[in-house]
């Protein structure tokens, strides 16, 4: 173990045993619920109901003191002159935020703009640690503005009259009028007569709460509103299934699902749910069990005498997840059943893998003979993909691979082309085979699709499969022509898809095709320390290099000035990183010690100015969701009368004003959820005292693994953090791929 390293006064080098390095804290932020993760978007406070960001706070308190006549007009003129000044920097300046409500209606606001903005998690109706933000299909993107997910937005927007009228009738439930365009989207033609007729439909928007939904229910409908009205329940059961969703579920057990309604006030669940599926509002399923153990089992052929007296599950979901699974199933089905296309002899396949060492050479072989095939390994791992893809490219395959993310896509491409440099190898032309999973399916990247729609490739190599969510896996099996191979490749113990399912760990489990375990450790003090989190030890590791460097905090205060110490002094003046190439990771957004707080305190220091952009200034560190569940890093590079203009890894992106507030946040401090799939040459871990509740052992493997060079760690949580490698692995989620793969698989 090093001596005292140079990076802060109060740093000592080796890895967070967990021992006795700070003397508790004193949860400075609002409780555990505010660091909670969520995926990408991780967030704050779940379960509050009415988190307001203190938006439009006007005025102040009337009747502050008696004042004469004069004293009064004078202020009165002076209020009047703000007011137009302030109109007259509003129509100047290029982003416009926030909002002049207050009272229910800014509750409902906030809420509803917390969530869409990744600021406030799902309701914790299920106890999910890592609640998920909604997630949406790719958008449907086209070169050159790969990103530009606003204007298909634009497109697809709600008629200007549907919009009107529908602010009315939220106008007269006392529900803010800003919410009618996402209320029109959302229930489509006629929904200002569906939102009267039934104003629990108000469920739909993202971020309304049911009881925000009965407030404005009573105030349309009055003496005829009730918590056992039926609406209310089938509107209630199809938000309990979005949030189970958020959470990662694919579909609920019927008794979690009733449990839960009644916990929500509805006095007969077991009608609300039969009237949520007679409207086709859900769908439920019976899966056979495994008599020993309660194992999700295929069932039986119709009339089998076994079917009787085997038990079953009953379960309920939300119909474009059934029919995604359903989907994913059918195509993955077709992979593993389908003979691959044969480019290439078998002898060219096997010089290239006698040619190949270790576990490369397995790989190589392996994918020759099979349609479906599952990679796991670390990040030194990624060679062996890399390696597959060069020799399929050399034997005449149109071979390509997509990543997470853009830093991903990046990483790979340079990767590959080491690999394609290496003697013996060739590529055939210079264009780097690498896209990102959203760009691939969007056809803003990759190969395009051939004249029947699918996707003009012979092998697709996945990386960062875990990040897969049902639907975007269903797409990617959708969209792959027959004869084509598919290889999901990925590190099985990182943080689960911010999307529903678990996709990638189910396959590992039904294990319906060959799997490919990399014997390729990640090298150093860091691979060391990662590789022992995912089997559950917490070690000691010498890091002579000072690769890994612990920081005992006491409270909020100090663990926030302990993280801005280091990304701007200490690790560049230390370790050589400079704080552009150095990321910030923390549980969530809210608290003392979020995201928000962090990236406040950072900017300060690296890049100060008055926020005149909605709170962004040119040079401000970013990430950005061009939809739900995406985050994109990048900066800021100007404003203007189009809004906001960055760059996302050398790809420009503009966002409208209207959008700014829900999609971009400063991004030198990241979640987890945020982060994964990228790496950085130096990452700071901040671990606040109230942060204990929130971590898992994925959680802290995906923090701790996205560091390259150096990972310092602002510990505050004492013994919870062995605890949770040890003890806290990710949460169950309810799926039902394994049973729908099952009886699809020829033997």
Known sequence: MSTEPETTEDAEPGTPTGGAQTEGTEGDAAGAGEVSEAGGTEGEAAGSGEVSEAEGAEGEAAGAGEVSEAEAELRAQRAVRERIEQRKAEKKAPIEAGTKLSGKAADLLAAVRAVESGEKP??????????????????????????????????????????????QVLGEGGAPEVLAPPVAAALG??????????????????????????????????AECGPGDERRGRAVTVWLLEQAALAGHTALEMPALLAALAQRGVPEPDSAVQDAIAEGDALVFQDALEETGGAPAPAEEEGAEEDEERPVR??????????????????????????????????????????????????????????????????????EPAA??????????????????????????????????????????????????????????????????????DLLVVLDAPQLDVETAALLTESLPDGARLVLAGDPGVLWSVGPGRVFADLLAARICPQVASRRPDPGPLGELVSGIGIGE??????????????????????????????????????????????????????????????????????????????????????????????????????????????????????????????????????????????????????????????????????????????????????????????????????????????????
């Open 189 to 222: 033609e006629g929904a200002d007569e569906l939102l009267r007729a039934d104003p629990w439909q108000l469920l739909r928007v993202a971020g309304v709460r049911p009881e925000q939904a009965d407030g404005f229910a009573r105030a349309l409908l009055g």
């Open 388 to 457: 597959l893809l060069t020799a399929a490219r050399a034997l005449g395959l149109r071979a390509w691979a997509a990543s997470h993310g853009p830093i991903g896509r990046t990483r790979f491409a340079a990767l590959l082309r080491r690999s394609e440099a290496a003697p013996g190898t060739r590529s055939p032309d210079a264009h780097s085979p690498v896209a990102t999973v959203a760009g691939l399916l969007s056809g803003a990247e990759g190969p395009g699709r051939d004249a029947d729609g699918a996707l003009d490739l």
């Open 314 to 383: 009953v379960l309920v979901g939300l119909e474009r997840y059934a029919l995604a699974e359903e989907s994913l199933a059918d195509g993955l089905a077709r992979l593993v059943n389908s003979v691959p296309k044969q480019d290439g002899s078998a002898e060219d396949w096997e010089r290239a893998a006698a040619a190949a060492q270790g576990s490369t050479g397995e790989l190589l072989r392996v994918v020759a003979a099979h349609g479906l095939v599952l990679h796991t390994g670390g990040e030194a791992s990624l060679t």
């Open 122 to 167: 799902v309701a914790t109706v299920f106890e999910e640690p890592e609640p998920a933000p909604r997630r949406s299909a790719p958008e449907p993107v086209r070169r050159p503005q790969p990103l530009a997910a606003e204007a298909v937005a634009a497109s697809t927007a709600p008629a200007s009259a549907a919009v009107q009228a529908v602010r």
């Open 538 to 747: 917490l070690n000691q590791v010498e890091a002579p290099g000072k690769e890994v460097v612990i920081v005992p905090v006491r409270d909020a205060g100090e663990a926030v000035h302990r993280t801005v110490q280091l990304v701007v002094d200490s690790v560049p003046r230390a370790i050589g990183v400079p704080a552009e190439e150095t990321q910030v990771i923390t549980p969530g957004h809210g608290g003392a010690v979020g995201t928000r707080a962090l990236n406040a305190a950072l900017k300060e220091r690296l890049n100060p100015g008055p926020g005149r952009f909605g709170g962004f200034d040119p040079g401000d560190r970013i990430v950005y969701s061009p939809v739900p569940g995406r985050a994109l890093p990048g900066r800021v590079v100007k404003a203007d009368a189009e809004g906001l203009h960055l760059s996302c890894e050398g790809e420009a992106a503009v966002v409208p004003k209207e959008r700014v507030e829900q999609s971009v946040r400063h991004g030198w401090a990241l979640t987890a959820h945020q982060a994964v799939g990228s790496r950085w040459p130096a990452v700071v871990v901040v671990l606040p005292g109230d942060a204990a509740q929130a971590l898992t052992r994925p959680w802290v493997y995906t923090a701790f693994g996205r560091a390259d060079r150096h990972l310092s760690v602002v510990h505050g949580v004492e013994q919870a953090l062995a605890r949770a490698v040890a003890e806290v692995p990710a949460k169950p989620r309810t799926t039902r791929l394994p049973v729908l793969l099952a009886p699809q698989i020829s033997s």
